[in-house]
């Protein structure tokens, strides 16, 4: 009895180490194989073969959620000048804002690329005022109902020169001009006034920039793309400084097809002198970036 006790316990300890033994296997197995996906994900490929990176030609297209912050003030060039606005808080307009975002980047050789970018947002508020307001040529009384209207098309074109031109990164330095379709007005609401009126006051401003730039390969479907621009220039009528930044991270889904990620800002200060009015303008919003992006044409060619 007590050897076939014995017995009984020798088997189910071998058995026991033997299940334990199986087990183990495919966890091992699991474990190369993981090691293996990470290693070709992060180390195993040659970026010249990346469906997504330096192809001749990308278009990139989505939605932009700026936080806005604004100032105006816009007198007569007859020695009135206006009152000092704050659009979010003078006006009522929302902080926050969606609007719809495009560029489209061509990479002329392997040094070269020429970018182009487009970016539009129209706002509008009503607003009764808590305090008298000068715009134009007209006073604007306390507990007048308004409506303002903020409409802004930003057109940018930029050159960039990669002095670091590798397969998986490149950085270099920029040039280009943004330029702002800019119109903002003010009315009486009906009912508000004997006679009711209103002032708008638009104006185009070409704003050059010059800046450094970054883009780089981070995995096999991951990469990542910054820039910095800045300058303050008069030309003309027109008085301008601007500051720009992007932080764009892509996720290749499938081929030529990818998702970007981001963070944008602009930020800049612009005195205006038009026919009858002069004004100011000071904008910044900063905010998300979502994004579809498709490239196309050729690889661009290194020489190792």
């Known amino acids: 009895m007590k050897k076939l006790f014995y017995f009984l316990i020798v088997s189910l300890s071998f058995s026991t180490i033997q299940a334990q033994t199986t087990a183990e296997i495919p966890v091992e197995n699991s474990l ?21 990176h330096d192809r001749r030609f990308k278009v990139t297209a989505g939605a932009f959620f700026p936080i806005n912050n604004t100032e105006i003030e816009v007198g007569t060039n007859n020695g009135n000048r206006g009152t000092k606005i704050d659009l979010e808080d003078d006006l009522g307009f929302s902080k926050s804002s969606v609007s719809f975002m495009a560029t489209f980047d061509w990479r002329i050789s392997k040094r070269s690329r020429l970018g182009f970018e487009y970016f539009s947002l129209d706002r509008n508020s009503t607003k009764t005022l808590q305090k008298d307001i000068t715009f134009g040529e007209h006073t604007y009384s306390i507990n007048t109902s308004v409506t303002a209207f903020f409409d802004v098309q930003i057109a940018r074109i930029a050159y960039g020169y990669a002095f670091l031109a590798k397969p998986k990164y490149q950085a270099g330095l920029l040039i280009g001009a943004h330029v702002l379709f800019t119109d903002l007005g003010l009315r009486v609401n009906a009912n508000q006034a004997s006679l009711e009126y209103r002032d708008s006051f638009n104006f185009t401003a070409p704003l050059p920039d010059i800046g450094i730039w970054g883009d780089f390969v981070l995995a096999k479907r991951f990469g990542l793309y910054v820039n910095a621009n800045y300058l303050a220039l008069k030309i003309d ?9 992007n932080l764009s991270l892509l996720y290749n889904v499938h081929k030529n097809f990818s998702l970007t990620a981001g963070y944008t800002g602009l930020n800049f200060k612009v005195d205006a002198i038009e026919q009858r009015l002069n004004g100011f303008l000071k904008w910044g919003y900063n905010g998300p970036t979502l994004a579809a992006a498709y490239t196309f044409g050729g690889h661009i060619h290194y020489n190792h």
């Open 237 to 245: 009528d027109i008085d301008g400084r601007i500051i720009s930044y």
């Open 32 to 52: 190369t194989i993981l090691q293996n996906n990470a290693s070709e994900d992060f180390q195993d490929y040659d970026a010249a073969d990346l469906p997504w």
